[in-house]
């Protein structure tokens, strides 16, 4: 057990919607990573943050946002969704933030556009 | 732009031989080598990672070995079994802040008994 969890575990929606991850780091980290995993596109970074401050973006789409509040709890908000919007979603956490620190992921979301 | 390169995309090993994967990189500047494991329906798991100071790491079965003029770092895992079987990933980076992992495409191993 990685210590971090997320919510929803699956999660099916139609296209245009708008819907929420969730994602608790492991205790005492103070970084939060979201990731999106695809079959085609293996892990894609979209987003870091670090003790409520946006860190590094990766290739995070204009209609996904993020943040992470003062618990140090993060959220993705995924809105007007695609069929292609269709992937895992995972979150990390990590003590530093820095990139020498170890990842340590959440089992993911699986969300599904239909 | 892909700059952390891996191969093979899937490997099939027979249980007791060796499995390896290899990545490629082309920024210098990376020192940092990471690699991650993913059993189906979890979350990748930090397995080894290695600096560029040292050619090659063990920890028990995996190695990692670095060859830093040709760019290439690989994952060897010795004596493979079924329960190595998964998805392997290889990273590299720079440290300091706002710096990123950047991943390989993965690699599925599966070990037959």
């Known amino acids: 057990d990685s210590g971090v969890t997320q919510t929803p575990k699956h999660l099916i929606t139609a296209t245009g919607q708008r819907v929420t991850l969730r994602c608790s780091p492991r205790?005492?980290?103070?970084?939060v990573y979201w990731y999106q995993q695809s079959l085609d596109q293996g892990l894609q970074f979209l987003i870091q943050?670090?003790?409520?401050?946006?860190?590094a973006k990766g290739n995070i789409l204009e209609r996904f946002s993020a943040q992470q509040f003062p618990d140090l709890h993060s959220e993705l908000n995924l809105s007007s969704l695609e069929l292609g919007d269709s992937a895992l979603y995972f979150c990390?956490?990590?003590?530093?933030?820095?990139?020498?620190?170890?990842?340590?992921f959440g089992n993911g979301t699986r969300l599904t556009v239909t | 732009q892909q700059q952390v390169k891996q191969s093979p995309q899937s490997l099939i090993v027979q249980k007791g031989g060796i499995s390896i994967i290899n990545c490629a990189y082309e920024?210098?500047?990376?020192?940092?080598f990471p690699w991650y494991q993913q059993f189906p329906g979890k979350g990748p798991a930090l397995l080894i990672a290695?600096?560029?100071d040292v050619s090659e790491k063990k920890e028990g079965r995996f190695t990692i070995s670095f060859n830093k003029s040709a760019k290439q770092f690989s994952l060897h895992i010795m004596d493979s079994q079924p329960g190595d079987s998964a998805t392997y990933f290889c990273?590299?980076?720079?440290?300091?802040?706002?710096?990123?992992?950047?991943w390989g495409l993965g690699t599925s191993l599966a070990v037959n008994p």
């Open positions: 990390a956490s990590s003590v530093t933030g820095q990139p020498t620190s170890p990842l340590h």
């Open positions: 205790s005492g980290d103070l970084s």
């Open positions: 943050y670090y003790n409520g401050e946006e860190r």
């Open positions: 920024n210098t500047a990376f020192d940092y």
């Open positions: 290695i600096r560029p």
């Open positions: 990273a590299a980076s720079r440290a300091g802040n706002n710096r990123k992992l950047i």
